[in-house]
């Protein structure tokens, strides 16, 4: 089984829907980020959250929300989809470990959206 | 602020030849770098890191080496296989463990 999971893989919405995507991790971590990525751009950190009860905002939040329901799920909501928010979403995870020490990002396989 | 810059791609090689891809980089400090590969249809996965000047980062035959004197972390292979057809990221951490990655660059191999 795969340790980070995103559902759906596929949403095709329209203009003015509320999405929710959700992610999920069975590897332990404290930490959960989602990204979208966009041809030519790359990955940009919409939202990140170093434990359950923190949440913070990334490069580009506006338009999106989230919310950490345990240290093993973290949702990405668009309140009010519009269609420049088609992109591939990407939820990663991360362990706390050591101050100053960088920990691996693992990604999930990603959601493609679609809002027309 | 911090950014990275790939080569454009997208690349595409015979199976065999030798791969290069470009990555520079803008931060202040000591950053630590990553190169990420993204196969067809999944996530992405860390390839290699280095965290301090002049280190290498090697895994699966590619190599990439910390040069802070040309703020670079440029991405090579010997000899590339089809199943190393990917796209590839460049990407760069400076406290509090956020990445800021690159573009992305398409790499194809042909048999």
């Known amino acids: 089984d795969a340790d980070v999971t995103q559902t759906p893989r596929n949403r095709i919405t329209k203009t003015g829907k509320r999405i929710m995507l959700e992610c999920s991790q069975t590897k332990g971590h404290d930490r959960m980020y989602w990204y979208r990525q966009d041809p030519g751009l790359g990955l940009r950190l919409i939202y990140y959250?170093?434990?359950?009860?923190?949440?913070n905002k990334g490069e580009i939040s506006d338009g999106y929300s989230v919310s950490r329901q345990a240290q093993a799920k973290f949702s990405l909501s668009l309140e009010s989809a519009i269609p420049n928010q088609t992109a591939l979403y990407f939820c990663?995870?991360?362990?706390?470990?050591?101050?100053?020490?960088?920990?691996?990002?693992?990604f999930g396989p990603g959601t493609r959206l679609t809002v027309l | 602020g911090n950014s990275v810059t790939q080569m454009e791609g997208p690349v595409t090689l015979s199976e065999e030849a030798f791969l290069t891809i470009n990555c520079t980089y803008t931060?202040?400090?000591?950053?630590?770098l990553f190169w990420y590969v993204q196969y067809p249809g999944e996530g992405l996965q860390l390839l290699l890191k280095a965290t301090k000047a002049d280190d290498k980062g090697s895994n699966k035959g590619f190599e990439a080496t910390y040069r802070k004197e040309t703020t670079s972390f440029h991405l090579e292979k010997g000899s590339v296989q089809v199943s190393d057809s990917a796209v590839y990221f460049c990407a760069l951490s400076q406290g509090a463990q956020k990445l800021v990655f690159g573009q992305g660059t398409r790499l194809t191999i042909n048999p």
């Open positions: 931060a202040t400090g000591y950053p630590s």
């Open positions: 959250s170093f434990d359950v009860k923190d949440i």
């Open positions: 990663a995870t991360s362990d706390s470990g050591l101050a100053g020490v960088y920990n691996e990002q693992f």
